[in-house]
């Protein structure tokens, strides 16, 4: 019986948080569906705009993150 012993792959930050961007616009999403599911009633289209606008913003952030973290 051998096992197989793997190395530890360290993936750069800006994949990271790209990573930790889709989850967080997926579970804006759930919860989005969830609301409206349970009778909560919202501007669909000023919701859309906002969540453009932050995973915008964050993508921006990231990438001065990661770009002032790589020097």
Known sequence: MTTRIRPVVYRPLSR???TMLWG???VAFGAGVI???NGYSFDMEL???LTL???GAWIL???L???VRDR
């Open 16 to 18: 990271r948080i790209t």
């Open 24 to 26: 967080l616009a997926v």
């Open 35 to 37: 609301a409206r599911l």
């Open 47 to 49: 919701l859309a705009i």
């Open 53 to 55: 606008a932050v995973l």
């Open 61 to 63: 952030v990231s990438a």
């Open 65 to 67: 993150v990661a770009l």
